[in-house]
Antibody, heavy 119, light 107 residues
Framework: QVQLVQSGAEVKKPGASVKVPCKASGYTFISHYVHWVRQAPGQGLEWMGIINPSGGSTSYAQKFQGRVTMTRDTSTSTVYMELSSLRSEDTAVYYC????????????WGQGTLVTVSS | DIQMTQSPSSLSASVGDRVTITCRASQGISNYLAWYQQKPGKVPKLLIYAASTLQSGVPSRFSGSGSGTDFTLTIGSLQPEDVATYYCQKYNNAPYTFGQGTKLEIK
């Protein structure tokens, strides 16, 4: 079965970076784009960017340009989202999600990783 | 960038009611529209894609319609387990913007 498994919660200080892994299984890793979405406490869903696991190409939301980097490791079927220069407003649950091919939208989601930014 | 606006932001309805949520795109997106359900403390779940196609396993009381700029999600007969926040999302191209969400409660 398709699974996207993320790492556990992180606590970071302002100015630091966080790198969140998302390990895919149950499907051909390079056949589906992977997206990152975040959700601040009590807030809605915010799309951050997309990575093509096949070639590694990326596209980021303008809001995160210069601060976010998405990469992949095809040997372990894992995509990574690194966010730098963290501030308190970055406190959120970060999700990876698989882009559907035959379907549209995001058909499978990771369980989410809570990143707390606090001094 | 195209903006996605949902209405209402919240609503309260009774079990068995027909419920409609609207999503408007600031520019045409053809039918590249998905709906998600997020129950409290849970991961979002894809309900509908291509504006009107039900994702596998989703109850048939959920339906979607629309094309271009105006879309609707309808729950034919509201059930207690439908308490959640619902989001629309465009996916024709980046950025894959979500609507702000509609919180649905039982009256």
């Amino acid at each position: 079965q398709v699974q996207l498994v993320q790492s556990g919660a992180e606590v970071k200080k302002p100015g630091a970076s966080v790198k969140v892994p998302c390990k895919a299984s149950g499907y051909t890793f390079i056949s589906h784009y992977v997206h990152w979405v975040r959700q601040a406490p009590g807030q809605g869903l915010e799309w951050m960017g997309i990575i093509n696991p096949s070639g590694g190409s990326t596209s980021y939301a303008q809001k995160f340009q210069g601060r976010v980097t998405m990469t992949r490791d095809t040997s372990t079927s894992t995509v990574y989202m690194e966010l730098s220069s963290l501030r308190s407003e970055d406190t959120a649950v970060y999700y990876c999600a698989r882009g559907g091919r035959a379907t549209g939208g995001f058909d499978y989601w990771g369980q989410g990783t809570l990143v707390t930014v606090s001094s | 960038d195209i903006q996605m606006t949902q209405s209402p932001s919240s609503l309260s309805a009774s079990v068995g009611d027909r419920v409609t949520i609207t999503c408007r795109a600031s520019q045409g997106i053809s039918n590249y529209l998905a709906w998600y359900q997020q129950k409290p403390g849970k991961v979002p779940k894809l309900l509908i894609y291509a504006a009107s196609t039900l994702q596998s396993g989703v109850p048939s009381r959920f339906s979607g319609s629309g094309s271009g700029t105006d879309f609707t999600l309808t729950i034919g007969s509201l059930q207690p387990e439908d308490v959640a926040t619902y989001y629309c999302q465009k996916y024709n191209n980046a950025p894959y913007t979500f609507g702000q969400g509609t919180k649905l409660e039982i009256k």
